[in-house]
């Protein structure tokens, strides 16, 4: 009840009109799995026409819900792909996809829920455990939280350094045990499985230690930093994690 509730995210009204807008109106139909292909090129280029960035009222397959706060998402391919890990690190460092593939992958299966009440069990999410990359990198004694900021231009989150560094943390190259795709946030996201999904950046290309939390894109604009699922947020949903 006190907790403020930005309006930007999931608000039903305005639907009609934005599936108006871009000529949508039958999208609910386009289920089946095989179709998934096609609908994350649509999607993507949906958000591209979407001068509202209400694009999270369209379906994103799956149970899913595809969100964008910017209007256009440039594409990342395996070859012009980067993310950067710096700030308050030894050893900074630029990875391409074929430098995280090398390294281990760790899958998880656990279900995703949105701030907004949808809800998709058992997903599998599967890459690199962020606390993997921080330690290749040596958090220097000030480092106490980390900033990931999106090649959307727009987007960012934050955790704390203890957050994390839990082994539930990844920054994740699979979903659904198929490569990210473009709607998804690929080729890479965060997967930060015991928060609500807003905490999970998608289209991830910095990484940044930090001497203190700074909120991130839906935490200035009222969510709670500290997002875990049933203990924020005004919500009691059951943890994922
Ligand atoms: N870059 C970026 N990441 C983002 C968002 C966004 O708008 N931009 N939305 C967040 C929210 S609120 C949700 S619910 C999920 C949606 O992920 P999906 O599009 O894969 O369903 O992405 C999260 N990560
Ligand atoms: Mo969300």
Redesign the pocket.
Known sequence: MNTPQPAE?GRPIGRRVLLGTLGLGALGVVTAPTLQRGLEAFLGSAADKDPTGLT?LLP?GGG??????TSSVPHRTAATYRLTVDGLVDRPRTYTLADLRALPQTRLVKDVQ??TGWRVPGTPFEGVRLSRLLDAAGVRANGRAVRFT?F?GA?SESLTLRQARRPDVLVALRMQDRDLGH???GPA?LYVAPMY??K????LSGITVTDEVEPGY?EDRGYDVDAWVGRSNGRDDDPTS
């Open positions: 995210e999270g994103n899913f819900r595809y969100y964008s706060v949105c701030v999106c959307d987007y709607s998804h946030g996201r999904f807003y999970s950046a998608k289209w839906w």
